[in-house]
């Protein structure tokens, strides 16, 4: 009975990551497939295969930032972006969009730098990523201070908080390393192997 039990903990242990992580991709790949492939089925009708929508998505995005480094267009999609960023209500929600597109795929990323925390009034650390080091246009007590955004354990949300540069640690560790040590609660070590496991050696 119990090499029966072993035997299924380990099939579940083996297979549901593969599992998710081909459901994920699936469903990522089905979402970017029909932001342009529901426009084009009608037109293909039988003939549609799936994947021509996010290839032609991707076609598109490529074309256009090509259009971008062109004068007449570049100069439009710039008059596009002031006049977006003017119109009360939709300038809030553009300008937070456009920048967080940009502190992922900028030439200036955020999320690039890992920090170390120590939390007020305790000896604990925190891990977090420093977003923004630009404090001083909120105000001129802030010039020595940087924005540390900390994610919460298996979620995507977190907290923001404003921490003095002297009181903060930089680490020689990828964010990417960082940011599943965090998701995972600990449990995925900085190489990639469990913790769990280091431990028991």
Do not use: C
């Not at 100069?75 to 940009?102: A, M, N, Q």
Request: hydrophobic fraction near 45%; proline fraction near 4%; aromatic fraction near 10%.
């Amino acid at each position: 009975m119990r090499s029966i039990f072993k035997n299924f903990m380990n099939g579940i242990l083996a297979i549901v990551p593969i599992i998710l992580v081909i459901y994920v991709i699936y469903k990522t790949f089905m979402f970017l497939d029909s932001i342009l492939g529901n426009v084009l089925k009608p037109f293909l009708k039988e003939s549609y295969i799936p994947g021509i929508g996010l290839l032609t998505t991707l076609v598109l995005i490529t074309f256009l930032g090509w259009l971008s480094t062109r004068f007449i267009t570049g100069s439009i999609i710039r008059l596009v972006d002031r006049l977006l960023e003017k119109i009360p209500f939709v300038k809030t929600i553009y300008s937070v969009i456009k920048d967080t597109v940009h502190s992922f795929l900028g030439d200036k990323k955020s999320f690039s730098k890992v920090a170390l925390v120590t939390v007020p009034g305790t000896n604990m650390k925190s891990l977090g990523f420093i977003t923004s080091d630009n404090l001083q246009v909120f105000h001129e007590t802030l010039s020595e201070h940087v924005a540390v955004y900390i994610p919460q354990t298996f979620q995507v949300a977190g907290f923001t908080f404003l921490i003095p540069v002297a009181d903060i640690e930089i680490l020689d560790v990828k964010p990417e390393d960082a940011m599943k040590f965090i998701l995972s609660g600990g449990m995925t070590s900085v190489n990639g192997e469990k913790n769990g496991k280091q431990n028991s050696r």
